[in-house]
């Protein structure tokens, strides 16, 4: 018997054919096993690495270590003095200053804590008071001048008010500087983090990681992003450290992303395609601010233009006539 009739005999292929059935039934029962061996292994390497940065950064918190960028750390909650303090509470100046936005104001600038809280609401009341006894004893006593008395203390009491303001007008700037040094560099954040995630980091080490290397552009952001991470890894709930970095950063492109970020979280879907999406959006937000920064600038050098630019032009074009017509030998001398 060659080879051939070996081969084509019917009992030859039946044995061959199960032979190869049962080796692929092996195989995907097999392979089922060893996946979900390594699938759990992966699970255990991340619930590790999970417990070890959450550990890391409550040494930090606790330490006091954290740094975000050279010579900067997360600006903690100010040690309150004790007369602030009774003051507050004498004259109950939560209720008086106080509102549902206060707290996420002070965040947003920068200043976190019942101590910078308490603060604040000092400084409503000491400000105006304060400036208007300045005021009043350099008008009254210093320089009274021939102005007569109503009018000097009219001036202290305008110069009070004025300084009823100024505690909002601080912190409103202070929110402006912070909100424009975090939109200036989000977009190239928002790069970093999907670099990150595609390479197979989780969101906790993509954070981490992000908030070192961003803190050189823009050290506000570097700070959110650290306590996002001490947040994502002591917090049991993920979803409260996305709200609260949205809320303390109070600008629409992070929220579209920490919402982004939530709903991949509730829902399981692809974090890297969220981050993909809204990268390209922060792009094009980006590209369009710069377009409107150049559509603005013509209409901006006009005035500048008609001031500067043409009354030098009128003199140079001008002289020479006037020259001729007035000076030595010029028609006007003849």
């Known amino acids: 018997m060659n080879l051939i009739e070996l081969l084509t005999q019917r009992e030859f292929l039946i044995a061959v054919l199960a032979a190869v059935s049962a080796a692929a039934v092996v195989f995907t029962f097999g392979s089922s096993f060893i996946v979900k061996s390594q699938m759990q292994d992966r699970i255990k390497r991340v619930a590790l690495e999970r417990e070890k940065l959450r550990a890391e950064e409550m040494a930090r918190l606790r330490g006091g270590g954290t740094t975000v960028a050279p010579g900067r750390g997360i600006r903690r909650a100010a040690e309150t003095k004790t007369y602030m303090r009774n003051v507050v509470e004498r004259f109950d100046l939560r ?187 922060g792009r094009e937000t980006r590209m369009m601010d710069a377009e409107k920064k150049a559509a603005a600038l013509p209409p901006k050098l006009t005035v500048p233009l008609i001031v500067f630019f043409l009354p030098v032009l009128f003199i140079v074009i001008i002289s020479p006539a006037m020259i001729e017509v007035f000076g030595p030998g010029g028609v006007m001398n003849r």
């Open 95 to 281: 209720k008086a200053f106080q509102d549902d936005a206060t707290v996420d104001k002070l965040a947003m600038a920068g200043f976190r804590g019942q101590g910078h809280l308490t603060t604040f609401l000092f400084m409503r009341l000491a400000t105006p008071i304060g400036l208007f006894l300045l005021a009043a004893f350099y008008l009254l006593l210093l320089a009274p001048a021939d102005r007569p008395l109503y009018l000097n203390l009219t001036y202290a009491v305008g110069l009070g008010l004025v300084g009823s303001f100024l505690p909002n007008l601080i912190l409103k700037n202070n929110i402006d500087k912070r909100q424009a040094s975090i939109r200036r560099a989000w977009p190239d954040c928002l790069d970093l983090l999907l670099l990150c995630v595609e390479s197979g980091m989780s969101v906790e080490h993509a954070f981490k990681r992000v908030s070192k290397e961003i803190g050189a552009q823009s050290p506000e952001l570097a700070e959110e992003l650290t306590l996002t991470t001490a947040e994502l890894a002591f917090l049991e709930d993920r979803t409260r450290a996305y709200d609260n970095f949205s809320r303390r950063s109070g600008l629409d492109g992070v929220k579209s992303v920490m919402t982004a970020l939530i709903q991949a979280d509730r829902y399981g879907t692809s974090v890297g395609q969220a981050l993909r999406v809204m990268a390209e959006e």
